[in-house]
């Protein structure tokens, strides 16, 4: 909300400098973020009166003005607006004065007469907004010539821009915020606005009435005014709607604007002329009513939404925006004054639905005091009336306003609880200051009475937050809390994705972040077939775009993404990126979160080294990395032949841990690959934590007293059986004797018959409980052999 | 006699010669092979004692013998001044270029918004507060309701919501698992939830996925400067130092009375009236705190007149920026190398 520091002036005694007002403000929950002068670049301009009006002698588009701005100044300017009589009173910018777009105004010579300055339109001044007609800005009657036009037209101003927290609907207005002011600084006087009310009519001139039907509007008022002259308002009042960060439209429309700015009610202006019948309706609306709204466009209602009818058809939506029937023009000749209260929460649902943020509809949303009905029609009333837009018609109203007050209770145990001080005294005198009293003394408990403009007071600890924020948070000294029930545990999942983390890092991959949100191509490049699960994609309703626009139901898209980008922006080096996160997979109407960690390596573009040739990553050293992950969790993962419809169909591996399924380990489809135009080949993997956080700490073996024998296998198998089932093959003939195989050579070519290729695993043989003697290795061994050759097994 | 005296001298004299020539300990080995070997010249001599008289073969063994020793010596003297050199050598004519990069893979990189959630989560568990979790993908009842924020009331206008169908979304914050806690586990409790958090947002300071830490403390006798205690704690650990804090009144549906928090700038101080992080305020708001509403403690299953609680929260990105001192938050998500690896890496 934009507030004008002179406006607010009016109100309340503003007691220090202006930093120290909007700080201490800021302090309390009334968040000042910004202060600024109104066109400030604008200076040295004076009003002036326009004495007399000749035409130019040589020039018959110029006027030559004489003007007088007072104190003996008087002085010659051409203009060429057609706007000015004798009489009128002008800004005018004399030599050596600055327009708000920063020109300095000089003396001209127009064909012989010397402009001494110039007179300036409201463009010049920088308020283009507020001119009602082409030409020079005529200033109101009566203002006095000489003064410097900042001051005239309230342009010496400071305007606060406030935030104000959705629960502080009283303060969307001068008077709230003045009410504020007061309670933060004691020492600020409130110079109350007391306007008086005149009495209200039991009916209204050739009008039935009203008619309350919907107990979500419990008061509505309504003034007449007749004989009415739709006129632009005054200079002055229009200057200060523009201020507050609404645009002047007319006297009637900117004198409602000007009372809600000030008493927080908004008001609705009716043209009599536009209501189907002489009566008004509160009223639900029937599901599939329409009107035209003010701002052009058709609205369809539901039930929800509150109408305000005439002869049975819509003219406005409640606390929303008028119909425009009923709007006020220029052949206006009677005006209905709408002052009425609406429940909150049914203007916020229509509002939001509707996507109609109005300022009505902002304040009504908020909550507005019911109270304030009656002050804001005779304000804005009185304010028509007194800008000659028409006469006093009577007002009547139906409905009540409710309740002045509610009773809260604050005990000095609660106060002393929260704030570290149960001193109701201290309470009391801040609370009044808000305008919350109570009559009691007592030292332990006392009831206060909250004003009806603050329903966010229902409660004792809102009563604990008033006191506390007005007194002062930093008066409060931190201390930590006493009692610990039990010691912080990071949990088993935190500790599984540390030890992704720092071994992942460890062996040179960077860890990465991508958006939880995907774009549905993304998806469908990774080949899915329907039915898979993760083909479909749980969307967002309202995206942002289409790029982040799904659920991922896999980590692979934003890696390969972020992997493009890289390569993309020219990244030469290894590219090893890792992630943990959720994939969010769709179950009917559920949606399932799988926490996952996955992986994209691809091998440096720049292999050299002053060694030779970089080991170059490939999918082995990858499984090697992902192997590592799991050991530091104590889990040995097992990799098998398997497929995936984005992985290249002979370098596919599924993972095995704890004999399940955990997730795979591939090399891209080279068809992807060339779709993504890949310089290289890209590994990716991914796998669920879930058995990283069921794993505790690395497994450690026994101390062996005996040395190892080493003995050495070769055999040759067809091109095609996995190295995993030799071994496995090897383990499971060798005796009791054998403690580990590992394979150490593999090899195709020379010597090697076509299709087929050579394995050499060393077998490492220990007894526990003795040295193990040659000749028995020997034994243990050729058994092996012998067992080996009779499954088929070809050795060397 | 006579003919062994002779050989003796001249071997003798041989033998010096070569031995005062030999350069290495290869050549000194060849030395003492060929005069001390089992075919060496001394070895012969000493095999032809039996053909001598016997009574002048005393006299010739030990001449022999004293022969074989004093070579034998001399070889040693000899061996060990040479070891002494090759030694010398090896420091004095050998070098390695030390600055050549490391052979291997370097160290990887972490994620600026990582590693400060693992650093805050540490500093809290020291302070006994757990994590918990909650799904990323929220009902209105938790994310909204629960949380004392109603249907069409305004404070759902201050945060812009994803919505998926089924009536679902994704979280607005971390908040949610306040009230799936306190039903967990009731109280007393402490706890503090780390995660991700959606809203509709984006520009540089804005993304639409972001991290906050939570947290949440019930227990009987609560104070605001508990809480006070407990993010001061935090704020001068994170950073290192001990920073100036104070708080503001502001509003949050979930807790009563609400506040943010400011800590002094952790780069100016509040020295530098054109500082480019705090920009020229001297303070830098970090979290948003209050007392949690009974409303709330009411959802999760607890007595408010027992209990009562705090909470808080903060957003992980932010404290990221000012700790690493980075300005733009969307690349916190691009997975940009250059960024992430600018403290190592190879490239």
């Known amino acids: 909300m934009l507030v004008s520091l002179n406006w607010l002036r009016e109100l309340v005694d503003i007691p220090v400098d202006i930093e120290t007002f909007a700080k201490r403000l800021t302090d309390t929950g009334t968040e000042v973020e910004g202060i600024e002068e109104p066109v400030p670049l604008f200076r040295g301009a004076l009003t002036a009166k326009v004495d007399t009006i000749e035409i130019h002698p040589s020039r018959q588009d110029l006027f030559v003005l004489g003007i007088d701005a007072s104190g003996g100044r008087r002085a010659v300017c051409i203009t060429a607006a057609r706007n000015l009589r004798e009489g009128d009173i002008v800004p005018w910018g004399p030599p050596g004065s600055i327009l708000a777009n920063g020109t300095e105004i000089t003396t001209r010579d127009f064909e012989g007469v010397i402009s001494e300055g110039m007179v300036l339109s409201a463009e010049e001044i920088g308020l283009p907004e507020i001119a009602d007609e082409f030409g020079i800005l005529r200033l109101d009657p009566g203002t006095p010539p000489g003064e410097d036009v900042r001051k005239a037209l309230g342009l010496d101003d400071a305007i606060l821009e406030i935030s104000i927290t959705p629960n502080r609907g009283d303060l969307l207005s001068m008077v709230g915020i003045a009410r504020e002011v007061a309670a933060v600084f004691p020492e600020a006087a409130l110079k109350p606005l007391a306007p008086v009310i005149p009495p209200r009519a039991e009916s209204l001139e050739a009008f039935r009435g009203i008619t309350l039907d919907d107990p979500d509007c419990p008061y509505y008022a309504l003034g007449a005014i007749d004989n009415v002259q739709i006129k632009p308002s005054p200079v002055t009042a229009r200057v200060r709607l523009l201020l507050s960060g609404m645009r002047p439209i007319s006297n009637v429309v900117d004198a409602t604007n000007l009372v809600m700015l000030l008493i927080g009610q908004p008001l609705h202006a009716f043209d009599s002329a536009g209501l189907p019948d002489s009566e008004i309706t509160v009223r639900s609306a029937r599901k599939g009513e329409m009107i035209l709204t003010l701002d052009g466009k058709t609205r369809i209602f539901e039930e929800a939404d509150l109408l305000i009818t005439s002869g049975g058809k819509p003219i406005g939506l409640a606390g929303v925006m008028g119909g425009e029937e009923s709007e006020i023009s220029g052949s206006t000749s009677r005006v209905l004054l709408e002052s009425a209260n609406f429940q909150s929460i049914r203007i916020s649902r229509t509002s939001r639905k509707l996507g109609l943020p109005s300022e009505a509809a902002y304040r009504f949303a908020r909550f507005v005091d019911p109270f304030k009905v009656e002050p804001a029609l005779a304000i804005a009333m009185d304010l028509m009336v007194s800008w000659g837009a028409g006469v006093f018609g009577g007002w009547i109203a139906s409905g009540d306003p409710g309740c002045a007050t509610r009773k809260v209770t604050l005990s000095s145990g609660l106060l002393e609880k929260i704030i570290s001080t149960g001193d109701l005294d201290m309470a009391t005198t801040i609370l009044r200051r808000l305008g919350i009293t109570t009559a009691d003394t007592d030292p332990l408990k006392r009831v206060y009475e909250i004003p009806s403009a603050r329903p966010d007071i229902s409660i004792e600890e809102d009563l604990v937050e008033e006191v506390a924020r007005i007194r002062g948070y930093d008066l409060i000294k931190p201390a930590l809390p006493p009692v610990l029930h039990s010691t912080g545990d990071i949990t088993d999942r935190m500790r599984a994705e540390r030890a992704v983390r720092s071994t992942a890092m460890a062996r040179g991959y960077s860890e990465v972040i991508t958006y939880s949100f995907v774009s549905p191509a993304s998806i469908s490049a990774l080949r899915f077939p329907d039915t898979d699960i993760r083909s479909r994609p749980v969307a967002l309703s309202n995206p942002l775009s289409v790029d982040i626009s799904v659920l991922r139901t896999t980590l692979i898209p934003g890696l390969v993404q972020a992997a493009l980008k890289n390569i993309r922006s020219g990244w030469r080096g290894p590219i090893r990126m890792i992630e943990t996160g959720m994939v969010f997979i769709g179950k009917g109407e559920e949606v399932e979160e799988i926490l996952k960690m996955g992986g994209c390596v691809c091998p440096g573009m720049d292999t050299r080294s002053p060694w030779g040739e970089q080991a170059v990553d490939d999918l082995h050293s990858v499984a090697s990395d992902v192997m590592a992950i799991f050991a530091s969790r104590g889990k040995t993962l097992k990799l098998v032949p398997g497929s995936e419809p984005f992985g290249h169909s002979g370098k596919t591996a599924r993972a095995i841990v704890d004999g399940y399924d955990t997730g795979y380990l591939l090399e891209l489809k080279p068809e992807i690959e060339s779709e993504f135009e890949l310089p290289s080949a890209m590994y990716l993997f991914e796998l669920d934590m879930e058995p990283l956080i069921r794993g505790g700490n690395a497994v450690f073996g026994e101390v062996r007293k005996y040395p190892p024998v080493y003995r050495d296998i070769s055999l040759i198998a067809e091109e095609g059986v996995c190295a995993s089932d030799i071994l496995e093959l090897i383990r499971g003939l060798a005796g009791p004797f054998l403690e580990n195989v590992r394979l150490f050579d593999v090899y195709t070519g020379k010597g090697i018959p076509e299709g087929k290729r050579s394995l050499a695993f060393s077998l490492a043989y220990r007894d526990p409980e003795k040295t193990l003697r040659d000749e028995d290795v020997d034994r243990t061994h050729g058994r092996l052999r012998e067992l080996l050759m009779e499954k088929g097994i070809k050795l060397r | ?246 708080y503001r009144g502001s509003y949050f549906p979930f807790t009563e009375p609400s506040l943010e928090m400011d800590v002094e700038c952790v780069v100016c101080s509040g020295k530098n009236p054109s500082c480019r992080i705090c920009k020229g305020t001297g303070w830098l708001e970090i979290s948003g705190l209050g007392m949690t509403h009974p409303n709330v403690l009411r959802a999760g299953g607890i007595d408010p007149t027992r209990y009562n609680g705090f909470a808080w929260g903060m957003g992980l990105d932010r404290i990221a920026m000012l700790k690493y001192g980075l300005n733009d938050l969307r690349v916190f998500f691009e997975g940009d190398l250059t960024f992430l690896n600018s403290t190592g890496g190879d490239r």
């Open chain 2, 1 to 246: 006699m006579g003919i062994i005296a002779e050989d003796v001298r001249r071997i003798r004299s041989v033998f010096e010669s070569e031995l005062a020539s030999a350069g290495n300990l290869d050549e000194i080995q060849k030395i003492r092979v060929r005069f001390l070997g089992r075919k060496g010249e001394v070895t012969s001599l000493l095999k032809r004692l039996g053909a001598l008289p016997p009574e002048e073969r005393p006299e010739a063994g030990r001449v022999l013998n004293e022969l074989r020793d004093s070579m034998e010596e001399d070889i040693s003297r000899k061996e060990s001044e040479c070891e002494g050199k090759e030694v010398a050598l090896r420091e004095s004519g050998e070098w390695t270029d030390v600055t050549l990069p490391g052979r291997g893979r370097p160290w990887g990189a972490f994620h600026p918004v990582a590693q400060i959630a693992q650093e805050a989560i540490d500093i809290f568990a020291s302070m006994g507060f757990s994590v918990a979790y909650g799904p990323e993908v929220e009902d209105d009842f938790h994310n909204f309701e629960g949380l004392n924020i109603p249907p069409h009331h305004p404070a759902r206008d201050m945060q812009d919501t994803f919505y998926l169908e089924n009536s679902l979304l994704l979280r607005t914050h971390t908040s949610p698992v306040e009230v799936r806690s306190m039903k967990k586990w009731g109280a007393p409790l402490r706890i503090i939830v780390p995660g991700k958090t959606f809203r509709r947002d984006s520009d540089q300071t804005h993304s639409p996925m972001f991290h906050q830490l939570e947290g949440l403390l019930v227990d009987e006798n609560i104070s605001l400067a508990h809480l006070m205690g407990c993010l001061e704690a935090f704020a001068n650990r994170i950073f290192g130092r001990n920073l100036a804090a104070r």
